[in-house]
Every structure is written in C-alpha cells, then in structure tokens.
C-alpha cells in the first residue's frame, strides 16, 4: 500500500519540477533575446497551456524559433505529465478514502460472517446474505474479483484467505460464522484449519469438491462440509424419481417469505431415498419420528410405483426405493445416515 502512495506523489513531484524547469529555462532564454521578463513569461504561459493568443514579441529570428519549439515540445509534454500524475493522484486519494471507509465498516462488524472466495459459489452465497441483511464481509484474493464484489456493494477485503492476517484483518475473532468456498480442497482445509485455531467458537462451512475430501475438512475443524457436485446429483434425481415432492419443495424455494420462516425456526425441507437394505425399510412413520428423537419429521411418502402420501398416518410402512420427504432441522446428518443409508454402505465408513 507504502508503494502504491508513493508513486503518484513522486510522480506529482517530478512533473510540477520538469515543468517549472522548462518554464523557467525558456523565460531566461526569451530574455537573452531582449526581451522583458514579463513579456517572456507571458509567451511561456500561453506556449505551455496551449492557449495561443498570439506573441507580444515577433517570433522572426532563428534563436528565438528555436526556443519557441523547444518551448512547444517540451512545455506540452511536461503539462500532458502533470496532468496525468494529478488525475493519478486524485484517483488513488479517493480509491484509498474508500477503502479506509470499508475497513472502518469492517472493523465495526460483529457476529458477522466471512465468506472465502467470491467465485460462483460465492458470489450466489453473498447475493443471499445481503438478501437477509446478515453483515458480512468477502476474502478474495483476486484483485478482479475483490473490484466486483465492492462495485456490487459489499465489504470486500483483497487478501489470502489461508493468511492469518488476512483474517483477522476480516474479523475472525468476532466473526460468527466462516464460509470457505474456494474451488480448491485443500485451500479450504487449510482455511478451515487457520480460522479454526484462531476462533474455536467460529461456525465453519466448508466446501469440498471431492466427497474424500469432507472427512479432511471436518477433521480440520469445520462444522458442515457442503458438497456441490454431491448435492447437484441428488437433486436431478429428486427430479427424475419424485417429481411431485420436488415441485413442492422447489415451490416453497420460490416463496422467499416461507422460505425465511423456516430458516428462523430453524428448518428445512428435504427429500431422501430409503436405500436397500437401510434401517427405515418397512418401518413405519412412527417408528421412524421415534428413532430421529426430533430431528425431523415426515410430511410425503413418494412408493417406487409412482403414489403419493401427502401427511400419511403414523402407521404407514416405508418401502425400498421410497423418497421420503423431511421437515427438520439442520444438523440431522447423522440420523439420517443412520436410517436411510444401506446398512453395507455404514459398515463400509466405518
């Protein structure tokens, strides 16, 4: 930042001094013609700013065209200078009056959140924090990136999120949330792993690309691993095998307000599959409510064969391949592993 300060003013400093300089030679070098020096100072002033009024003096001897030329080139140039340097200047002194705002907005923040990466993910992420007035502050490194984020109004900090300083600098350590959703696992483990050490009560949402690599990031210290490519396959086959409860649950997701309600209550909505051989298999709605000890509960029965149980009654039997639709809360990943998933595939994790 020393450096990027520096430059315009010693620019500045340069094209005011080249300037005078020539302005000051020509002005002695009009007066060694014979010329008076408010005469030669005249001829300079309008020589150098272009404004051509026409000469005091005759310009009619080869001592004087050639100063007059000289004047021209050199005068012009030193002005073309100068005012870049002072548009230069002036550019940095406003860009760096912004920044020093932000930083003092970002220095006020508390029990916000810090979002790593303003990449797609990002981007979409930031779009839905803004939407719910969360305070919130973006980590990129890219200098593009870190522009956009700030042309589309939020507080962006160009930096290196595995950096500590970085992060701090973000206000880790008042922070109540971090998401890291760079497309590179093992920045994100090493993010994870940074922020975790300098916040322990931080709630980290990290990004995985590979499904091998969660196990890293929860080692890591990161509370929930997001996995996209993971979730994007299992919403097209929501689509393909349980059209109907998915366009339930992508009508609530179009109804914002519904949508916020149940974030404030702590819930969502989601559809899993009753996979061969898992617990849920011929269990029935009640059993299942009991076994999830409030973790969710069963709103839809999607069978294999196409029927649809909307609200069914506590003694409704899941089958093998059912979509079950769920409204619950967040952290319910394990009892969901535990009920739904095939009891080889457990065995296997384990």
Known sequence: MTGLLDSPVRNLIAGVAFTVIVMALAIVAYMGQG????????????????VGYGEIQPVNTPALYAITVALIVLGCTGIIFLTGALVQFFTLNQANKGLKRMNRQIDQLSEHVIVCGFGRLGQVLARSLAASSAGFVVLEESEAAAAEARLQGYLCIHGDATSESALRAAGVTRAHALATVLSN???????????????PELSIVARGERA??????????????????????????????????????EGLERSHGFQRALRNFGMELEVVTAAPQSAAVRMSVAAIERQAKGAFFVVQINR???DVFTNPPETTLVGEGDGVVLLGR??????LAALFESRQRLGSRD
């Open 35 to 50: 010329w008076t020096f408010r005469d030669a100072l005249y001829m300079v002033v309008i020589t150098v700013y272009t």
């Open 185 to 199: 696992d093992a920045l994100n483990v090493f993010i994870t792993l940074t922020a975790r050490a300098l916040n």
């Open 212 to 249: 091998s690599t969660e196990s890293k990031l929860l080692q890591a210290g990161a509370d929930k691993v997001v996995l996209p490519t993971q979730i994007g396959a299992e919403r097209i086959a929501e689509l393909i095998l349980y059209q109907e409860s998915a366009r339930i649950i």
């Open 304 to 306: 294999r064969d196409g």
């Open 330 to 335: 967040p952290n319910r990943a394990a009892v």
